[in-house]
């Protein structure tokens, strides 16, 4: 039993690591949601590989109900977690967020060093169940709430801001990634119950298994919005065609900047916070050259501000219409990926703040 432990381990991470580099390779046919699941999936290797080392070495592994792997399986569901934040709400993640949804990891580990330092003694039990006579002492109910607290980052999916009009995804979807969430951590919860070496080495397989369908439901199943084909924009305008072959050197630029015009209104390609000069470029079939410099004669500093000035105005008129909940998802939905820069943004071409912006509306 203890070789065919060591070889489902192996296999695991074997497979982990391909699923990893099959969607690193992928990244550039979706958004930024693959690489954060390529990089979770890596996680994943780097924890099998350093439990089959031990195994491999003779060295006892680790307790599973010890504090330092509750905190871990914590923050591997946390880390979770933020692929589907991606997914819903593009943009949304930031800096300061992805600190704020570890912080409850950072936190148990300072009482729980602040509990040693108090001389508390964590006693050794190898499931759950040895613990439940003694579930009055500090150090196994502080475990049993840690061992709850592994589902807790699940539900927050259901609160992550969902992005109307950049979505990527359905709720069947985000009801079939929370179900293969759940089970995965289920699984956990049963090998900190029961210490059987069967169950142990089934939740490999449960494991592997639901990294697996993440990862195909991510390649090939989820929707990934594509952009509107630009020669289907220029059927709709009255100018006549363009092959992409041909040079646009001698195009005028008020051409250029109709079709671009006609590209925005019918993509609402702003909204994508991935938009480049080069990707807009491309869709229309000319360089970023001549695209900058028509942008430039129409009276806009750079592509940068032409990008702003319509984020500014999509967030006005979604304001307006009373379509979002607040002015923070307004501008996620407009192609802000930064509250702050999109803020500054605002106050750049309006001179104030939004307050102070539909304060004075009212007047």
Known sequence: MHNIYLATIFAGALICLLASLLLFSRRKDGERSRTILSCIVL???FNYITRF?????GEAPQL?????MLVLAIFMVISYIMYPIEVISPGWLNFRRILKLYSPCLFILVTYKISLWANVEYKSYNTLLDMFPLAGD???LF?????????????FIFFIPYTRRYNNTDYVWIRKYVFTLSLNTLAYILVLTFEDPIIRTLYYYVSVGCSLYIVYMELFVRLIRKPVVAETVLQKEKEPSTPCTESFSKVKNTI???RLNAYMENTFAWRDPDLSLNTLAQALCTNRTTLNQAIHDNGYESYTAYINHLRIKDFLNQIKSKQPVNFQE???DAGYRSRATALRNF????????SEYFQKEQL
């Open 347 to 354: 106050r750049l071409i309006t001179g104030m703040t939004p």
């Open 256 to 258: 250029l900047i109709d």
């Open 143 to 155: 475990r049993f709430i840690l061992a709850l607290l592994v589902f807790m980052p699940i539900l």
């Open 330 to 332: 307004a501008f996620f």
């Open 43 to 45: 996680f994943s290797v």
């Open 64 to 68: 599973i109900v010890s504090v330092p």
């Open 138 to 140: 500090f150090d196994v």
């Open 53 to 57: 080392i031990n195994l491999i070495n």
